[in-house]
């Protein structure tokens, strides 16, 4: 039962593991937005009319903090669908 | 002769959408049945308005319109010893189109008006410039209003092509270079508004501003708020579009109730969220670049 692990395989193996590891970056806009949308459900329950407004507030800031794990979905799709590596695999005896 | 205008218009962004999303590239675009692709990232139709060849033995040439070819796995290859091309895509000729269908809108919108409405049309007209004149009022001040069409437009750009995908297309906004161009544009407007206020030596102040050693990082936030601008709305439409395709790809023939309801997230709320951020900090970065306090007038002292 002996298998040769080419280059190749290699270098996509790496490819699949490193898009997967970028995409535990998206744990940091989860744990984010959740306080920040706890703490916009208190300003609520403290001012009701001015509902509208956390709202709004609530939204933009949950789109400007999303930004980064957008970045690390990016660089995964990056790795996956362009192989950036693919032309400099020299394949050596 | 002038009511001809707009459907004028749309007649010839559908025509010249049709060439390049139509025209034959190949093999790619035709669906294999001996399993399933998804064909969200898949490709694009492309035309090359120009290229510039050099040939083998070092002359060089200029092709005009010349189709790109694709190989099986859908990805683009040109011919050998293209120095130069200047590409037009399926996602800009489906720009046009969402720009045809907006402005075909809003010009039906404003025809009319009378001093007290009284009609529907009229409400929503006004309803319309009112939310994009609060908006900039709001986020720029009161110099800034003539900044307002130009906010409503790029809001309602990037909100009808990524409502797009809800009719089967691939939305416009899901192609980088569409965002990047809105997000150079924003770049553009800042320079400008700096050294309009400011003049240059107001623009060369401000990237000193607060301490002079923060030069570089100055320098440096110029390039990444645009392009942070881009990769945010980017990178959300492109999320929204894979997954749509992945649930509707998983149930096959199931798609019935699902997808719409999940699509009302990802797809609707994405877009018009995307949309707002989008043109909000457009406004707080072309505001956020008037220099007029750095540069203090002699008539002042």
Redesign the interface.
């Known amino acids: 039962m002996d298998f040769q692990v080419t280059a190749q395989g290699a270098v996509l193996a790496a490819e699949v593991m490193g898009a997967g590891i970028a995409m535990l970056a998206n744990l940091g806009p989860g744990l984010g937005e959740g306080i920040s949308c706890s703490k916009a459900v208190e300003a609520v329950g403290r001012q009701p009319e001015a509902a509208g407004v956390i709202t709004r507030t609530l939204?933009?800031g949950d789109?400007?903090c999303?930004?980064s794990g957008?970045?690390a979905?990016?660089f995964a799709?990056l790795i996956m669908?362009t192989h950036p590596f693919s032309g400099q695999i020299n394949i050596t005896a | 002769m002038k009511k001809l205008i707009p459907l004028l218009i749309v007649a010839l962004a559908l025509g010249l959408a049709s060439f390049t999303a139509f025209a034959d590239a190949g093999s790619a675009g035709e669906t294999k049945e001996e399993g399933r692709k998804i064909e969200i990232?898949g490709p694009r139709e492309v035309v090359s308005v120009f290229r510039v060849v050099e040939d083998a033995d070092g002359g060089r040439r200029v092709e005009f319109f010349k189709k790109s070819h694709c190989d099986e796995k859908g990805n683009l290859i040109d011919d050998e010893g293209v120095v130069f091309k200047f590409n037009l895509t399926t996602s800009v000729t489906a720009q046009w189109v969402m720009l045809a269908i907006a402005g075909t809108l809003f010009f039906i919108l404003g025809k009319d008006l009378k001093i007290v409405p009284t009609g529907k049309k009229q409400m929503l007209a006004e309803w319309i410039v009112g939310f994009f004149r609060g908006m900039v009022k709001d986020g720029m001040g009161e110099k800034y209003l003539g900044y307002a069409p130009y906010i409503g437009g790029v809001f309602c750009l990037s909100m009808f092509s990524s409502l797009s995908s809800l009719l089967g297309m691939r939305s416009p906004t899901a192609d980088i270079s569409i965002i990047a161009g809105w997000g150079a544009m924003t770049f553009i407007l800042v320079q400008i508004n700096k050294i309009k206020t400011g003049g240059v030596i107001g623009a060369g102040k401000s990237l000193l501003q607060p301490v002079a050693p923060l030069l570089p990082i100055n320098l440096l936030s110029e390039i990444t708020n645009p392009l942070?601008q881009t990769?945010?709305h980017?990178?959300?439409i492109?999320?929204g579009t894979i997954i749509m395709g992945v649930i509707y790809f998983a149930l096959h023939y199931f798609a019935v109730l699902v997808p719409a309801v999940l699509s009302l997230y990802f797809d609707i709320f994405g877009a018009v969220?995307?949309a707002?951020?989008f043109t909000?900090l457009i406004t707080v970065y072309v505001s956020g670049a008037d220099c007029s306090a750095l540069v203090k007038k002699k008539s002042e002292a």
């Open positions: 939204i933009i789109a400007i999303e930004t957008i970045y979905f990016i799709l669908f | 990232l942070s990769f945010r980017f990178g959300n492109l999320a969220i995307q707002y951020v909000t």
